[in-house]
Every structure is written in structure tokens, then in C-alpha cells.
């Protein structure tokens, strides 16, 4: 017979009132069977020293009774817990919420959770991430999260494994997994030569991000190799919606463009509805590409010609990292480069019977 704190359904279906009671604790356990409440810390802990009939005993009970340990008070109390912190500060990119996803089922599969720390901007950055200093996770994985210098960066992760994704921080020593942004800007460069485009503009995102340097610096020599025409750059502020409409509205006021490279895909989706609503038809007055290969980029009305970063092998090798131990604190830092692949869709190809 079960004890009467056990929860469940009834057998109509609505829920039991004693589901509606609050979680059983280890104290109000070790109370009830008469026991110490370290011994069922130890009752619950593989490997922990316990007799084993008093173990059964704990165990036997607690199920009776539904009781759970409580993983975070658990987390806090071990040396290992299991957990890695992911900390991201731009949840308005519709890349980072798709990364995100795949980051914590791979951590998923190989026995980790995840612990999400989203860094606001304008906030006070040293109270943000004291959190994360204060819980006990045994690693931490920044996306990108460009509002973080390196010297934060580095306080923030003290002491813990730490991988930085889809950014360079050259003064935070840590360990980076990013796609080749110069390999990417170079092969939309070389895609709008192929097309015959001539007069080129770029829109940046963040001017002053290593990630956006990284595309604007190759683009802008490759177009030159080529012997085109940069015709204008332009900062957007940041990688958004509206930032990609002003900036292709610049573009136009200023004339004499034939391609614009968008340092991101949401850039340039504000950019492309821009142009449509000014009268200009993209691709065959203007062809437009981004950067990332976002699900919206593949839309129809878009049909964006992007670079695809490598979301899947930027997860595996991040987690393999975390795994075989490369990125342990006192480790020498690396930076991994992953090649992507250029996709080609409407917005950079006029269509055969137009030409």
C-alpha cells in the first residue's frame, strides 16, 4: 500500500489533490523513516558509502511516498554536476535560438544539461554573470555574446572549461569554434562576379565584431581582386530586421548598385523587403545575399542565396571538446575553423527568361 502522499491522476482524469502538494523534501523524508538526511543524500548517490539494506530501506520509501532528489540543490553540492552554462546575449537572431536547440540535445545525448544564461543588453554585465560564477557548472559555452569584452570573459569563466562559438575574443585565451567567415565572404564575392555584378555594397551588422571584420575585410579584397566596385559601406549598428530595410535604403539614396552582401541573413531580409517596397526587383535590378542560411532565408518570397554555416559540426565539435577535455581550464586555447557551403537560390539568379 502506498503512503498517502502519493500523486497521480484520478481515475476520471482531473488531478489528484495530493499531486497539487509541494515536492517532498530530504529532511521531511529522513523524518519520516527515522534516518539521518545525509543518509538518503547517500541512498541516492552511486558509489556513496551506505549499508545496503538501510539503502533498499530509503529507497523502498521514498518510492512509496514519490519523493525525487532535487537536482539543483544536488547540482550545487558536487564537485561534478554534469551541467554546462550557455550564455548568449542576442535571442533576437533567429540563428542563435536554432543553434541553441541543437547545442543542448547534443549536450543531451552525451549525458549534460544545460544551464541558459541570457546576458540583456544595457544591464549591469558584472551582476548578470555573477550568477553564473555562483552556480556550479562545469563548463561554460559562450555564443557569441559580443557585449562581453575579453577581460569579462574571462572573469566570467574562470577556472571552468570554457569554448566561445561563433566569435574570436583574441584578449579572453579562451577556446573558439566559429565557420570560416573569410572562406564565406570570399564565395559570395566570387558568386556576384559570376553573375557580372560590378558595383558592390556591403552592410555590416556590428562594425566592430572580429566576426564581422573577419567578412567585411575578405569580401571587400576579393571584390578588388575581381576589379570591382565597393560602392558603399554601410555599419547597420546591429543584426537586425529593421538595421538590413535602413541600410538598403542608404543604398539606394546613394545609387549606382548592382549586389549587396548583407553580413547576416536577417539583415538582409529587411533589406530585400526594402527594396521590393522602393520599386527595385531583386535580383534583376539588385542581387541580394547573406550570411548563416536561417529558416526564413529559404522562404519563397526571399529565396535567399546565402553562406550555410556548419551548425552541426560546430555542435559536434564543441561538445567533443568538452568531452575528450581540449578545453580544460590551463589548456593552450584554439581556434577552430569550419568550412561552410554557399547556397544559391533566387535572389542572386535572374530568371533565363529575363536575360
Not at 130 to 148: E, F, G, P, Q
Request: aromatic share 6%.
Amino acid at each position: 500500500m502506498r503512503a498517502d502522499r502519493g500523486h497521480g491522476l484520478t481515475r476520471n482524469g482531473t488531478i489528484d489533490e495530493k499531486s497539487k502538494r509541494k515536492p517532498m523534501t530530504a529532511r521531511e523524508l529522513a523524518r519520516m523513516i527515522g534516518v539521518s538526511q545525509s543518509a538518503v543524500s547517500r541512498a541516492f548517490t552511486a558509489g556513496a558509502s551506505i549499508a545496503p539494506d538501510l539503502r533498499e530501506r530509503i529507497l523502498r520509501f521514498a518510492e512509496e511516498v514519490d519523493y525525487h532528489p532535487n537536482a539543483i540543490a544536488s547540482m550545487l553540492s558536487k564537485s561534478r554536476t554534469n551541467i554546462v552554462g550557455i550564455v548568449i546575449s542576442d535571442m533576437q537572431n533567429p540563428f542563435y535560438p536554432a543553434l541553441i536547440e541543437k547545442l543542448s540535445r547534443a549536450l543531451q545525448r552525451v549525458g549534460l544539461q544545460s544551464l541558459m544564461f541570457n546576458i540583456a543588453k544595457g544591464a549591469n554585465l558584472e551582476e548578470q554573470l555573477s550568477a553564473l560564477r555562483r552556480y556550479n557548472v562545469d563548463a561554460v559555452i559562450v555564443i557569441s555574446a559580443t557585449i562581453l569584452s575579453g577581460p569579462i570573459l574571462r572573469w566570467a569563466t574562470e577556472d571552468r572549461a570554457a569554448i566561445l562559438i561563433n566569435r574570436v575574443a583574441e584578449d579572453a585565451e579562451l577556446n573558439c569554434v566559429i565557420c570560416d567567415n573569410a572562406e564565406g565572404a570570399r564565395a559570395i564575392a566570387d558568386h556576384f562576379h559570376d553573375i557580372g555584378r560590378h558595383r558592390i555594397a556591403y552592410v555590416a551588422g556590428l562594425a566592430h565584431t572580429t566576426t564581422n571584420r573577419e567578412r567585411q575585410n575578405a569580401f571587400i579584397t576579393r571584390i578588388a581582386e575581381h576589379g570591382m566596385t565597393l560602392s558603399a559601406l554601410i555599419d547597420g549598428g546591429e543584426y537586425s530586421y529593421y538595421a538590413g530595410r535602413k541600410a538598403a535604403t542608404e543604398i539606394l539614396a546613394r545609387g549606382g548598385t548592382d549586389a549587396i552582401f548583407f553580413a547576416n541573413d536577417i539583415l538582409a531580409v529587411g533589406g530585400i523587403d526594402a527594396l521590393h517596397e522602393n520599386g527595385i526587383n531583386v535580383p534583376e535590378d539588385i542581387a541580394v545575399a547573406g550570411f548563416d542560411d536561417i529558416a526564413i532565408a529559404g522562404w519563397p518570397h526571399y529565396d535567399l542565396t546565402t553562406f550555410r554555416q556548419p551548425v552541426e559540426t560546430i555542435v559536434d565539435v564543441a561538445v567533443g571538446m568538452l568531452e575528450d577535455g581540449s578545453c580544460a581550464p590551463g589548456k593552450p586555447p584554439h581556434v577552430r575553423r569550419l568550412s561552410g557551403e554557399l547556397i544559391i537560390r533566387r535572389s542572386t539568379l535572374v530568371p533565363s527568361s529575363a536575360t
